[in-house]
């Protein structure tokens, strides 16, 4: 999903939790911020991959990639490796879980991870990519 349609809907996301009373501004912010930061490990990626630290292009280089991948026929697909984004992982939510006994903070964020995934596999499902 593009950079646009998480930061709309994480913000959208974040305001609604501000309906809940045990969430103020400073929490929503939080998730907001998280929801769309979970993503640097795509720019982390091409950093390696290219050797490139222009954030434009990277996202010009995941934007054209992506394209490509989407036209290609489904079982073309599944042969294409698909690099690992840390921060998506499920050893990262697991850690968050932990942490979140302890702090609010980590809660939130562990929140927010969970929200951006399930947006990203509702954008698969729709776009007929169930393959991440």
């Not at 911020?33 to 010009?60: A, G, N, R, T």
């Amino acid at each position: 999903m593009l950079p646009k349609w998480h930061i709309l809907i994480g913000a959208i996301f974040s305001a609604l939790l501000l309906l809940l009373p045990q969430i103020n501004i400073f929490d929503a912010i939080i998730v907001f911020f998280s929801s769309i930061l979970i993503d640097i490990d795509h720019y982390l990626y091409s950093v390696f991959i290219k050797k490139e630290i222009s954030l434009k292009k990277s996202y010009i280089w995941f934007k054209k990639n992506t394209e490509k991948y989407s036209k290609l026929p489904k079982n073309k697909r599944k042969k294409i490796y698909k690099p690992l984004c840390l921060l998506h992982s499920i050893e990262v939510f697991f850690l968050l879980a932990l942490l979140a006994i302890f702090s609010k903070i980590f809660l939130l964020i562990l929140l927010s991870f969970t929200f951006h995934t399930l947006v990203d596999d509702i954008d698969g499902l729709i776009k007929k990519d169930t393959s991440h």
